[in-house]
């Protein structure tokens, strides 16, 4: 069902990517059914929006330890995941149903580098830091960098996932933190604005 799209969209990808690409979405249709994890139904929307949305941010990622806050569905975490098999993944989320699927997803996808966290983001401590803080509609950007802010690395970075450009919500962040870049993205085939905010802490540790 999806596979000619994914080779039409991403034929520079490995072929075990575009077929992991390809049953993790074949998954979600399957699940969409009786949990309705994603309001995304047509094939060639949920290519552009659940996978070629995820991938834009691939460039912007740093370190190896990387947390997915508030998923839902896996974006884009689950999608980075696959693409970066090098790299540590963790996705967590607060709703049963939507962690359910994505433990079924891990297993059936066979990706080592994913742990699944259901849990709240304020009430989640790990024993080491995140090189990488990723959200994508979880929240207000002040509200996100407070809640997860005990998550990262002295070094680490948040990156917030965007339609329009927040100037708006970068006006209530703390002085603890500094945005350090604000990039648009371009999506194939996608008209509406998409742009990440990238944000890093002021020298501040984790508490």
């Known amino acids: 069902m999806f596979l000619n799209l994914l080779n039409a969209y991403l034929k520079d990808r490995p072929a075990s990517q575009l077929n992991a690409f390809n049953a993790y979405l074949m998954l979600l249709n399957k699940w969409n059914k009786a949990y309705n994890l994603t309001a995304i139904h047509d094939p060639h929307n949920m290519v552009i929006l659940h996978i070629l949305d995820s991938l834009s941010i691939e460039p912007y990622l740093k370190g190896n330890h990387i947390i997915d806050i508030g998923t839902g569905a896996g974006l884009p975490g689950m999608i980075l995941a696959i693409a970066n098999p090098d790299k540590q993944f963790t996705l967590l ?57 005990h998550l990262c690395c002295e070094d680490g970075q948040f990156l917030a996932m965007k339609g329009e450009a927040p100037l708006e919500e970068l006006k209530n962040i703390s002085d603890d933190f500094e945005v350090k870049a604000i990039h648009q993205l371009t999506i194939p085939h996608l008209k509406a604005q998409r742009h990440l905010v990238c944000i890093k802490g002021k020298g501040a540790k984790r508490t």
């Open 93 to 149: 989320d607060s709703n049963g149903k939507k962690t359910r699927f994505l433990f079924q997803a891990k297993v059936e996808l066979h990706l080592d580098n994913v742990e699944i966290v259901n849990e709240r983001a304020e009430k989640f401590h790990n024993t080491a830091c995140f090189d990488t803080i990723v959200t994508r509609a979880f929240a207000t950007i002040d509200t996100m960098l407070e809640k997860t802010k």
